[in-house]
Nanobody
């Protein structure tokens, strides 16, 4: 069973930065595609960013492109989401997810159905 756990959320002022971490269990972490989603109160969960199994390809939602960066350290079984130039509208619970399907096209990882295991989420609150 794959377990996924996020950390690093918190309260930050507009314009500030955070780095979220996502630790995933499993001896085959190096074959997992990983993604980040977020859900604001009263809204649907939306895609934020994804990274393929190799770390060589990433896919970032237009709404955060240029501000958020996804990366991975397979030696540590960890994926990161760097959030820069934060805005109040970035306030949400951020979820990390793992896909064990060995998807080679990272563009296909922009939907919830591509993922098999989810974390509990970490709250990010951006004050104005």
């Amino acid at each position: 069973q794959v377990q996924v756990e996020e950390s690093g959320g918190g309260l930050v002022q507009a314009g500030g930065s955070l780095r979220l971490s996502c630790a995933a269990s499993g001896r085959t972490f190096g074959r997992y595609g990983m993604g980040w989603f977020r859900q604001a109160p009263g809204k649907e969960r939306e895609f934020v960013a994804a990274i393929d199994w190799s770390g060589g390809s990433t896919y970032v939602a237009d709404s955060v492109k240029g501000r958020f960066t996804i990366s991975r350290d397979s030696a540590k079984n960890t994926v990161y989401l760097r959030l820069n130039s934060l805005k109040p509208e970035d306030t949400a619970v951020y979820y990390c997810a793992a896909s064990i399907r060995f998807i080679t096209d990272v563009q296909r990882m922009g939907v919830r159905s591509a993922y098999d295991h989810w974390g509990q989420g970490t709250q990010v609150t951006v004050s104005s």
